[in-house]
């Protein structure tokens, strides 16, 4: 039996170093899972970072665009009406210099209808006037500025 005892001692110590390695081994197996489940952890939380950040960065370009759309519409619609606007201006300013033209055309029409009424005396009365008479009388003034220039050389 001492030999038994002897002989036991080392198997139970073979055991006891058996059951130590694989406890060892499988302490390091969990540990390499555990720190693999967070690489994959960590992997899928970048994931979902980057998934929100590029939705949040996909809605502030929606609404940059949009924004940008509705100041384009703003600056082409005060364009369109400032446009409306210098063409009714220009479109007045014609119509107004027109009428100033015409009123002018039938003044000088006018005078013109008024001079020639002096010039329509009836003929009794011109038996006892001359000519030179009527020509100092009734002279029709001129409207265009007369210049006089004179060269004189040196």
């Not at 000088?108 to 100092?136: G, H, I, K, W």
Request: positive net charge; contains cysteine; aromatic residues 8%.
């Amino acid at each position: 039996m001492g030999s038994k005892c002897c002989k036991g001692g080392p198997d139970e110590d073979a055991v006891e170093r058996q059951r130590q390695r694989k406890l060892l081994l499988a302490q390091l197996h969990h540990r390499k899972r555990v720190k693999a489940a967070g690489k994959i952890q960590a992997w899928w939380r970048g994931v979902l970072v980057r998934r929100t950040l590029l939705v949040a960065a996909l809605r502030a370009w929606m609404i940059q665009c949009w924004w940008r759309t509705l100041v384009q519409r703003r600056i082409h619609q005060r364009q369109q009406a400032l446009l409306r606007v210098y063409v009714i201006q220009e479109q007045a300013v014609v119509k107004l210099q027109s009428c100033i033209r015409m009123w002018q055309c039938r003044q000088c029409y006018r005078q013109m209808c008024n001079s020639l009424r002096l010039f329509q005396v009836p003929e009794s009365s011109l038996a006892f006037q001359t000519d030179s008479f009527l020509q100092v009388q009734y002279a029709i003034p001129s409207k265009q500025p007369e210049f006089h220039i004179e060269i004189l050389s040196i």
